[in-house]
């Protein structure tokens, strides 16, 4: 997906779903589509996009949720990627450092 097509998909989902009441989400919509789609091209997790986009997992759950049903509402369809992009093993690595990272700060109960 082309940088004008991802902000193409953002600017027509925004209608609906760039709302402004209540607590202000910790992503911009525009993250939030980016989170979706690479949810749904990429089959990346909740939890892996919860630590890239620095979010709860709970939050990105959120996300997630919200982007597809109006993905569903618009009738668009993002279709996984037939094979992984090559960036995916650079991401995943991220993932795993930034993982370990965090991982470092919970403290135990002992």
Do not use: C, Y
């Not at 992009?85 to 930034?98: D, T």
Request: glycine letters at 2%; zero cysteines; charged letters at 20%.
């Amino acid at each position: 997906m082309s940088r004008q097509q991802l902000s193409d998909l953002t600017n027509t989902l925004a209608l609906h779903g760039d709302v402004k009441r209540g607590r202000p989400p910790r992503l911009a919509f525009p993250d939030q589509v980016l989170a979706a789609v690479l949810h749904l091209r990429a089959a990346l997790a909740a939890e892996p996009l919860a630590v890239l986009f620095d979010s709860s997992r709970t939050a990105m759950h959120r996300t997630l949720l919200k982007i597809r049903t109006l993905l569903q509402a618009h009738s668009i369809v993002i279709p996984p990627a037939a094979t992984p992009p090559s960036a995916l093993a650079a991401l995943q690595a991220r993932v795993r450092a930034l993982s370990s990272d965090t991982s470092s700060m919970i403290k135990t109960t002992r």
